[in-house]
Structures are given as structure tokens and as C-alpha cells.
């Protein structure tokens, strides 16, 4: 936290400020293209919602609609209590940080930063130190006079950055802000983005196809597919209970490991093994999940089904085992020390209780475990 | 310190010249773009709607005050077209076949001399010296003005003026060493678009006339394609330039000589670059007034000599013939233009004007 | 792979072994010989043809513009005689031909001429103190000579009440007409950028007049611009001005010729700056829009600084073309009346035409310079400045 009394005073201020907004029912169509489809989000004043999903399915596609630089086929976005469905972006009062940073090439730091207080006619004085005090909070304040190609791609994400905060508008909107940076630049930056949306307690929404972004940062995650919601919760309710087959595949790196098969005598034969379920009818195809850090590899027999070892890699902290059953390839996490041979037959343990069942059809997760043996 | 006001403006004002949707224009901003483009559309069709009609009119529809809608105000009649290409084809064919032959063998040439030209410039280093080039032109100079001057056999004087030049190149260029760089060679090749015809046409005529060559195809085309290979080098500079070299350093480690590198590699893969490039050329090339006018009398005469020639002394100007040559004329360039249309990645001109 | 003795035997056909046994082909020879000496090869052929085209020719040109050259049997005189005919086009004779008819002053000619002197000088006391270079400043007063010259040329003649000669005809068609034709480019260019319904359509329509040779487009706006037969002439008698005839009167007969440049040349500006427009990243907009600015200040702040290099170099190119216009005044006015839209470029071909070699070489000359003087200036003087600024 910064100490000094005038930053204290104004974060205060601009906490009480921020702005409820609520995406209502919001559909886009191009043409015959469905590109989002009825999408419900109220987003809490202050709260940094993210936006998650593969590349294709829409998201850059709502934000522009909600930062009005799209049309809305039908539904509306709301500020505060203001609908602002039909309202240019100009009268939005909102800040957006572009995936190319969108700095313009031919004004300088400086300049960049002012751009959105010039264009309302501030006048230079106060543009002035209104410029220096957002550089100083992104740590720009120092390479105010150049040029935007002569920065690197971390400055010039922190001057999009200060551009969007130096406006103190009532929401942020950011489309993969991170995805042009380094891997190691992008963990810090992360952190910085995290701090600076809690100091200055704007609402944000951000956008991004990278689920570990999207844990880090937000306070609530929306997690979207072919222009559809799927979920929409804390980074841990979406990890630990998801709704869906396509989230449970989505969140989690490794991601979780899948086996298909149909369900007979209330189990699911997996190989010579059988694992028990309940809830279940037979002949349904069901697909049973868990995660890799919630099993382990065995002794072969002593597990709930057998496997075959592919690779053993060791990452530093733990090592990644890689097995194959049938056509299924399944990671287990195990300690660092773990030792085994290549196309070794093991045996696979998993804890039932955070096992997932969906049914292989629609996705949809079946209300129905694991039953121990 | 928030100084959007959030509020959108109101009145007729804001309702004309602000978007009543997201992405749509203002009612106001439209109605001006439209009504500016549509004016200038028709302040371009206009003329070409009348050189059209023109060419449908008979002498006395022409000379007694204008008539505007063919079948409404006059009959139109194929009368020129008829003229021109059934009573004096011969005449029309022969510029016609001459302007296809005289363009495209120009343009051909240019864009080959010229392209080769600036792919040596974009890759290989050169260090041309400076005296050189200046003994090169003060033997130049010094022998022109022999020939001139004294009438002295031009066969002569090249053959003493290179004894001379290699002599000097010897004996002070190899001591006194004034590098060019690339850059000079360029600046140099693509300045000579500066120049005027009307500066260089009377010693090129001269030229051609001594080794008797006026009239003939290959003094127009070899004249059109060093007019235009300032713009091929120039273009094509860049367009090299901006591919990247791995390609052809990935074709020099497999062992391709320059030459095919430039041929297998280097030229497909500038197929957009070379399609604006001799589109452009060619359309310079198939236009051009001045220097066919000097270079050719009556053989080799192209079109634009051919529309020139429809101002037939007493007879007063054949409007309606000229028209018809105008448009046979404006047809090629139209195929051309939609031909080369799928190549033209509209950034190519772009590129090279950026700088 | 590896035979006994050791040596890499490659069984891939066409390959070369690595010692040489056998000699390789004459093609391949030839080949090796051609890439060996490739970089002459590249470029060889376009420096002689520039050098027999251009360089010659220069040369040649001005050997003749020293002299005065008579045809004889079989061939030509030339006889040396010095700076005779530029003297006669500057000083002489043809001075009212080439520079203008000169009077006095009027009070508005000293006026302009006092104020162009004035402005001329304080730019180079300006340069000389605050920068200094033996090159710059050379360059600089070559630049402050010409353009003193050509200002005080105007001063006598046009605001003077005189008429002014070729070169005066010359600039008037290259500024007035490139600016018109710049101005109008940019903003067709601007408008068909636009979010609009028939871009391509306004697209391919406003290209159309750039395939049309230039000979064609002076018959064609001779045809337009017919008092009596043209499609206007109804209007031009409405307004009562039947008798009217614009080639008779010099304004108005530059002014046509400057239409019809204009209706050729604006296509060209159009479709690059076209290009340059749509090659804006739309973020950019996108986020002058979020951020606030009205339509005229994302144009203002942010469009027009992403063309404007693009924009200086294409009007350096159509000023070095302008410098060259002579078919349409030809064609339209046959420079007329008078001399009053003859280009400096007619002017050397009507000498020509007479078998003036000496002129017309003297008059090209001097085209030539001018034309050097004010692109290199404008190119040194404002280009690179702006791109330095960029
Ligand atoms: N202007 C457009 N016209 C038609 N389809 C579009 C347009 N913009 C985006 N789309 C489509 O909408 C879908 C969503 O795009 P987008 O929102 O950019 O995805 P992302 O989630 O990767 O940001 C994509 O399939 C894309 O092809
Ligand atoms: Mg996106």
C-alpha cells in the first residue's frame, strides 16, 4: 500500500465510485454466425472478472460490446444504473487496454498517456501532472519523451496501462493485455495488473485464453465456449467443482484426465479393472475425470486400474507421470524423487471424492461417484 | 478529474453528425460522404458517359450543339467505329498491334532489367568509385563534343573514348578511391525519373536516327523501358527489402547460385509486388505521347499518335473517330487492371511510398 | 554410404563428387562462371542502360544547349557558343517567353518582392544561427536563390499586372494543380475509407481516369469544355455567356488545363492514400474512440499523422511529374493564347518544332534545374524533416 496521504485519500474515493455493471442477455450475430450467445454477467462494483475461453468463442467479441465499439444484436449492458446498450463508447466513460497496446507511434510517452485527457479539452497544466502521476504509478515517469518503438514490450504495456488509469473511469476493460509478453515478464506484470486493480478498486473485466491468468487475477472467472457462459465463480469453485466436462478440461494445467466407456453392472470397465459407481444406469457412456494431482501411481494391481507408463518427466518440484491406457493418455503428478520405468505396467490410485463424473453425451456432470472398493 | 461528460449531447446538431447506432454512420456525416463520392463519380463518368456517346454520333449530331441520350435526342450510328475498323483497319490495326507489342515488350524488359537491378541492391553490397564515374562522363562529354562539334565518325571516337576511359580508370582510378554505397546507386537510378522527356528526347532521337533506327519497335521499347525503370527499381526495392532473406539463405546452403535463387524464390514469392509494378508501368508505357512522337513516323506509330493523328487538319477535329480510339485504347489497360487485380495486395504502392 | 576408400559417394543424380575426376559439364561451367560474377550481372544491365539512355542523353543535352546547332548534309553543326541561349531565354529576346514581359513594379509587386526577399532572408540568418553546416548551407542558398528568383519574377510580372512566361506557367500548373489535386485526393480518400456501402464501386469508378492516356483526356475536356457544342453549352448560354471562349482568356484557359490534370492525376493520390488509410491499425481508432475523441480529433490526432509520410512522398512524386506536363497544354490550348498555359516543357518542344535545337536543349536545361532545385529542397526541406518528427 502506498503510504502517501493525498494517494490514500484519492483510492478511497475511487473505490466508492466504482461502478456495478451488468451484461444482460447480451447476443451478438454476424450474419448467420452466432459469436455470443445470451450472455448473463452482473459485475460487482470493484470486482476483476475474467473472461476465459479458447481463441474463437467470442470473448474479444463481448468486450468490444461492452466497451460500444460493437453493435449489440440484442440484450443491454448497464453502468451503475445508467443503460448504455445504445451508447457510443465515447460516453461510456470506461478505459480499454488493447491486445497491441494500440500506442500511437507518432506521440510520445508522454503524449500517449495525456491523449485521453487532451481530447476532453483538460487543460496542459493539470494534463501535465495528471500524465506524470499515472506514469509514476505504472513506473513510467522517467522515459516520458519517447517513442513507443523505443520501448520494450513490458514498458509499453505499462504506458497502455497508465493511459487507461490516467482517465479514472468507471470500469476497465482489457483484452489480453499479457499474451505479447515473455513468459517471465508476464508473471510479473500479472502481479503489478493485480495490485494496481486493488488499489485503484476499478471495475475490471479482462479478458484472456490462459486459465492461469485467469486464476491469478480474478476474483471471479467466466468461462466461455462457442460464444456460450459455461460457468461463472470464484477460481475455486470453478476448479474444484465444475459444472461441465469442457471447464473440467479447461481449468487446470496439467489438464484433467479423462476415461470413456459405458457403464456396465453399475461400474466402469477400464480394462481388466472395474471401478464402481452409484447413481449411474447401465449403458449410459459416461466420462469419469480427476484431477493429476489427486492421484497416484502404484504398485500394478494395487490401484484402480492398470496402465502402462509412456514418459516420466521431472519438472523440478514434482514429476509428471504420463500413462496410457487403451487410446487414453492420463498424467499423474507424483513427488520429485518418484522413479519409473518406461512401458512399465503400474497401477493407477484416485481419491473418489474428487473424482467427476459427466456424461460423454452433453458434458453435463452427472450426479453420481466414485464408490470404494 | 474525470472530464468525459457521460451525458451524449442533444439537438439537431448531435442528431445529425452523431451515429444513431454503434458502428453505424451519422445521418449528417453520410448524406455529405455520399453526396461528395456520388458528385465525384459523376464528375469522372461524365466525360467517359460523353466519349462514349460520341463515338455514336454522327458529324452533324456532334457539330450542331449537344445531344445528350442516344435513341432520345439522336440516332446513334456505328459510323466511326465502322470507319476504323472496316474501312481503314489496316491503319488502326497496325497502332493497335504496335502500342501491344511496344507496351509489353517494354514493360517486360523494365520490370526484368529493373527488378534484377534492385534485388542486387537490396542484398549485394556495392563500392562503385566515385572517379570512375566521373572520368566516365567527362570522356563522355568530351567525346560528344568531338562528334558534334568537328563531325569526327561516332565509330571513331567510341573506340578512342574507351581506350581513354580504361586508360584513366587505370592509371587515376585505381589510386584515388571515393566509395558509393548502395544507397548512391539507388538514389541515382531512381532520380532519373526526374527527368523530363523533352530533356533527353532530342539527343535520344539523334541517337536512333544515326544508327537508323528511328521508326522501328525496338527504339520505342528500349526508350519506354529506361523511362520507367526508375519506378520498377524503386518499388521493387522496397518489395525486396521487406522479404525476409531467410528463404533464399536456406537456397544458397542447398546450393542454388544467384541466379536461381532469384528466379525460384526471390521472384514468386514477389508476385504482388511485380503485378502492381507492371501494371503501373504498363500503363505509362501504353499512354505515352511525347517520345512516340519523336521515335516514330509512321511504322511504328502507337495509339495516342493514332488519336493525336483523328485532328485532321481541315477537316477540323473527327470527334467521333477519336472517341472511338479513346475508348479501343482504355479496353487493354481495363483487362490488364482486372488480370493482375488477384496479385495487387493493396499495400504494394503503399510500401514503397512509406519510405 | 562410405565406400572403402573413404571418400562420400552421393548416389543422388546431378550431384558433383567432391574431387574431379570427372570434368564437370560446360553447362555447369557455365553456370559456376554466370554466378560467379552475378553481382555485375544483377546490375550491369540497368546502369548501361541508364547510361545510354539517360546519362548520355543528359550530356548530349547539354552540349547542345552551349551551342547552336545547324543541320547540314548527312548530319548536324554545332557550333559552341557559350551561355548565348540560356541569356537569351533569361535576358534576352525570349525573356518575355520564358520568365515573363517586365515593367516596372507596381506597389504591390515591391510589396510582394520586399516581403519574399525579407522572409528568405531571415530563414537563412534563422539556419545560420542556430545550425551550421558547409553543405547545409550551400544547399540552402542554392534553394534561397531559386526561390528568391522565382518570387521576384512573379512580383514584376503577375503582381505586376504582366503576364508571366513558361516557367511561372510551369510552377502555377505544379502547385496549384498538386495542391488541388492533393487536397481532393486526400479527402476522396478519407471519405471512401469510411464505413460506407460501394466502397469498391467508388473504388474502381475513381481509377478509371488514370488509364486514359493524357493525350485522350485533352481532346476529352476540349470536347467538355466547348462553349457552343459541348454538353455545357446550354449552361454556359443560360448564364449568357454564349460567346464566351475560355481558351481566349488566360485564366480561365490555365484553369481548364488544371481540371483536366486534376481529373487524371487525383486517382493516383486517391488510391494510395487509400491504401494508407486503410492500413491504419483499427486499434488505433478503436482506442482514440474509448478514450473519448470526437471524429475530428481521431482524424486530427490520429489518422492524419499515419498518413502524412505517406502522404509528403506521394506529392513529391506528382510534383516531379507536374514539372513534366506538356501533352494537355498541347493538346488543349496549343499553349494559348499566347503563351499563356504554354509549360516550360511545350516551350522546348515548340523550339524544337522551329529547329531551335539550342533553345530547346537551353529551355529543358533550365526545367531540369528548377525542377532539381525544388524537389531536392522540398525532399531535404520538409520530408526528411517530418520524418524525423515521425
Ligand atoms: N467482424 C466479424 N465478422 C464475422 N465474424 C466475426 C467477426 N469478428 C469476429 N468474428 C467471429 O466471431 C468469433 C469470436 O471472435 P472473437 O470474439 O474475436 O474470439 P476470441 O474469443 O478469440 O476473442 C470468431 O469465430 C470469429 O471468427
Ligand atoms: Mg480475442
Redesign the pocket.
Known amino acids: 500500500m502506498n503510504t502517501d496521504m493525498t494517494s490514500a485519500s484519492e483510492t478511497d474515493t475511487l473505490a466508492s465510485d466504482a461502478k456495478r455493471l451488468s451484461i444482460r442477455k447480451m447476443n451478438?450475430h454476424?450474419?448467420e454466425?452466432h459469436?455470443?450467445k445470451d450472455l448473463d454477467i452482473e459485475v460487482e462494483p470493484g470486482e476483476f472478472l475474467v473472461l476465459l475461453?479458447?481463441?474463437?468463442?467470442?470473448?474479444?467479441?463481448?468486450?468490444?460490446m461492452i466497451a460500444g465499439l460493437?453493435e449489440i444484436t440484442s440484450g443491454e449492458v448497464i453502468m451503475g444504473d445508467r443503460d448504455v446498450t445504445h451508447v457510443l463508447p465515447k460516453y461510456r466513460d470506461i478505459a480499454m487496454v488493447f491486445q497491441s497496446y494500440a500506442l500511437y507511434p507518432h506521440k510520445t510517452v508522454a503524449e500517449n498517456i495525456g491523449f485521453p485527457l487532451k481530447v476532453t479539452g483538460v487543460p496542459e497544466e493539470q494534463r501535465n501532472k495528471a500524465v506524470f502521476d499515472a506514469a509514476a504509478q505504472v513506473q513510467m515517469e522517467t522515459l516520458l519523451e519517447r517513442f513507443p518503438r523505443e520501448l520494450s514490450g513490458g514498458q509499453r504495456q505499462r504506458v497502455a496501462l497508465a493511459r487507461a488509469i490516467i482517465r479514472r473511469p468507471s470500469a476497465f476493460l482489457m483484452?489480453?493485455p499479457l499474451s505479447n509478453l515473455d513468459a517471465k515478464l508476464r508473471g510479473f506484470m500479472r502481479a503489478e495488473l493485480k495490485h494496481m486493480q486493488h488499489e485503484l478498486g476499478v471495475t475490471t473485466i479482462y479478458?484472456t485464453?490462459d486459465q492461469i491468468e485467469a486464476m491469478t487475477l480474478a476474483h471471479r472467472v467466466a468461462i466461455?465456449k462457442d460464444?456460450e457462459l459455461q460457468q461463472l465463480g470464484t477460481p475455486a469453485e470453478v476448479y474444484t467443482n465444475p459444472v461441465n466436462l469442457f471447464v473440467a478440461g479447461f481449468m487446470g494445467s496439467p489438464p484433467m484426465n479423462f476415461l470413456e466407456g459405458n457403464v456396465s453392472e453399475s461400474g466402469l470397465q477400464v480394462g481388466n479393472d472395474k471401478i464402481p459407481l452409484d447413481g449411474v444406469e447401465d449403458g449410459m457412456a459416461i466420462t469419469l475425470g480427476f484431477r493429476p494431482e489427486d492421484a497416484s501411481v502404484v504398485e500394478a494391481g494395487q490401484g484402480r486400474f492398470d496402465a502402462m507408463v509412456y514418459t516420466a518427466e521431472m519438472t523440478g518440484d514434482l514429476t509428471l507421470v504420463t500413462v496410457k491406457h487403451g487410446s487414453s493418455i492420463l498424467t499423474i503428478k507424483m513427488p520429485k524423487d518418484f522413479m519409473v520405468d518406461y512401458n512399465q505396467n503400474v497401477g493407477i490410485q484416485f481419491d473418489s471424492e474428487l473424482s467427476y463424473l459427466f456424461s460423454t453425451g452433453d458434458g453435463a456432470r452427472l450426479k453420481a461417484n466414485v464408490v470404494d472398493s | 478529474m474525470s472530464n468525459v461528460s457521460n451525458v451524449p449531447p442533444r439537438g439537431l446538431f448531435a442528431r445529425l453528425f452523431e451515429p444513431p447506432r454503434i458502428g453505424a454512420m451519422a445521418p449528417g456525416a453520410k448524406f455529405i460522404v455520399y453526396t461528395l463520392l456520388l458528385a465525384w463519380s459523376a464528375f469522372v463518368l461524365f466525360p467517359i458517359y460523353w466519349l462514349l456517346i460520341t463515338s455514336v454520333k454522327s458529324a452533324a449530331d456532334v457539330n450542331g450543339g449537344p445531344v445528350y441520350i442516344p435513341f432520345v435526342d439522336f440516332i446513334p450510328s456505328l459510323h466511326a467505329w465502322r470507319e476504323l475498323f472496316v474501312v481503314d483497319y489496316a491503319d488502326t490495326l497496325r497502332a493497335y498491334v504496335n502500342s501491344i507489342i511496344i507496351s509489353l515488350a517494354a514493360t517486360a524488359l523494365a520490370v526484368l532489367i529493373g527488378s534484377m537491378a534492385a534485388y542486387a541492391l537490396a542484398r549485394i553490397r556495392y563500392q562503385p568509385n566515385l572517379i570512375t564515374i566521373l572520368l566516365f562522363v567527362l570522356v563522355m562529354a568530351a567525346a560528344l563534343f568531338a562528334i558534334g562539334s568537328y563531325g569526327v565518325d561516332w565509330r571513331l571516337v567510341l573506340v578512342v573514348g574507351v581506350g581513354i576511359f580504361y586508360f584513366l580508370s587505370k592509371a587515376v582510378a585505381s589510386r584515388v578511391h571515393v566509395p558509393l554505397a548502395n544507397g548512391d546507386i539507388l538514389f541515382w537510378m531512381i532520380s532519373q525519373r526526374i527527368l523530363a522527356p523533352i530533356v533527353v528526347v532530342v539527343p535520344i532521337y539523334m541517337m536512333f536516327q544515326s544508327v537508323r533506327m528511328l521508326d522501328t519497335h525496338l527504339a520505342i521499347i528500349l526508350t519506354y523501358a529506361v523511362v520507367n525503370l526508375p519506378i520498377v527499381i524503386w518499388l521493387m526495392y522496397d518489395f525486396f527489402n521487406s522479404i525476409p532473406k531467410d528463404l533464399e539463405e536456406s537456397a544458397q546452403l542447398d546450393g542454388a547460385t544467384m541466379i536461381m535463387t532469384f528466379r525460384e524464390i526471390v521472384l514468386p514469392l514477389s508476385r504482388a509486388g511485380l503485378a502492381a509494378t507492371t501494371l503501373l508501368v504498363m500503363i505509362l508505357c501504353w499512354n505515352e505521347y511525347l517520345l512516340a512522337l519523336f521515335l516514330s513516323t509512321a511504322k511504328a506509330q502507337t495509339m495516342p499518335i493514332l488519336v493525336a493523328a483523328m485532328n485532321a487538319g481541315e477537316r477540323g477535329i473527327l470527334w467521333w473517330s477519336m472517341s472511338v480510339v479513346i475508348i479501343v485504347m482504355i479496353i487493354p489497360v481495363v483487362f490488364m487492371a482486372i488480370v493482375l487485380q488477384r496479385y495487387i495486395s493493396k499495400g504494394v504502392l503503399l510500401g514503397a511510398v512509406k519510405g | 554410404m562410405t565406400s572403402t576408400t573413404g571418400r562420400v559417394v552421393n548416389s543422388q543424380p546431378g550431384y558433383l563428387p567432391a574431387d574431379n575426376s570427372q570434368p564437370p559439364s560446360r553447362r555447369f561451367r557455365f553456370n559456376e562462371w554466370l554466378d560467379g560474377h552475378a553481382r555485375q550481372l544483377f546490375i550491369t544491365p540497368a546502369v548501361v542502360m541508364i547510361l545510354i539512355f539517360s546519362i548520355f542523353p543528359l550530356v548530349a543535352s547539354l552540349i547542345i544547349a552551349f551551342s547552336r546547332v545547324r543541320l547540314k548534309a548527312g548530319g548536324y553543326q554545332v557550333r559552341f557558343v557559350g551561355f548565348q541561349n540560356f541569356s537569351k531565354q533569361i535576358f534576352g529576346s525570349e525573356q518575355f517567353h520564358f520568365l515573363g514581359t517586365f515593367t516596372s513594379l507596381t506597389f504591390l509587386g515591391w510589396a510582394v518582392a520586399l516581403s519574399a526577399t525579407g522572409a528568405i532572408l531571415w530563414w537563412m540568418f534563422r539556419y545560420i544561427t542556430t545550425g551550421f553546416s558547409v553543405v547545409g548551407f550551400i544547399g540552402r542558398l542554392i534553394t534561397a536563390l531559386v526561390i528568391l528568383g522565382i518570387s521576384w519574377m512573379f512580383a514584376a510580372t503577375f503582381f505586376s499586372g504582366n503576364p508571366f512566361g513558361t516557367l511561372g506557367v510551369t510552377l502555377f500548373y505544379v502547385f496549384i494543380g498538386c495542391a488541388i489535386q492533393f487536397i481532393i485526393g486526400l479527402a476522396l480518400a478519407f471519405l471512401c475509407s469510411q464505413p460506407i456501402r460501394g466502397r469498391n464501386f467508388f473504388r474502381v469508378v475513381f481509377f478509371i481516369p488514370m488509364m486514359i492516356t493524357p493525350i485522350g483526356v485533352g481532346y476529352l475536356f476540349r470536347m467538355m469544355a466547348d462553349t457552343t457544342k459541348g454538353p455545357f453549352s446550354p449552361a454556359w448560354q443560360w448564364f449568357g455567356l454564349n460567346d464566351f471562349a475560355w481558351a481566349a482568356n488566360p485564366w480561365t484557359a490555365r484553369l481548364f488545363i488544371i481540371i483536366g490534370d486534376s481529373w487524371q492525376w487525383i486517382p493516383f493520390i486517391f488510391i494510395i492514400l487509400l491504401a494508407a488509410f486503410e492500413n491504419i491499425p483499427r486499434d488505433y481508432v478503436e482506442a482514440g474512440q474509448v478514450d473519448g475523441a470526437s471524429n475530428w480529433q481521431i482524424f486530427r490526432e490520429i489518422s492524419w499523422p499515419q498518413v502524412m509520410p505517406v502522404a509528403v512522398t506521394v506529392m513529391l512524386i506528382r510534383v516531379i511529374e507536374g514539372f513534366k506536363i506538356v501533352d494537355l497544354p498541347n493538346i488543349m490550348t496549343s499553349g494559348g493564347p499566347g503563351i499563356a498555359t504554354e509549360s516550360m516543357s511545350l516551350h522546348s518542344l515548340f523550339a524544337w518544332r522551329s529547329l531551335d535545337l539550342g533553345q530547346s536543349a537551353a529551355i529543358a536545361y533550365l526545367l531540369l534545374f528548377v525542377t532539381v532545385v525544388i524537389c531536392v529542397s522540398f525532399f531535404n526541406l520538409i520530408v526528411v524533416n517530418r520524418m524525423r518528427r515521425i
Open positions: 451478438k454476424y450474419g454466425f459469436a455470443v475461453g479458447p481463441s474463437g468463442c467470442g470473448k474479444s467479441t463481448a468486450l468490444r460493437e483484452d489480453e479478458v485464453h466461455m460464444g
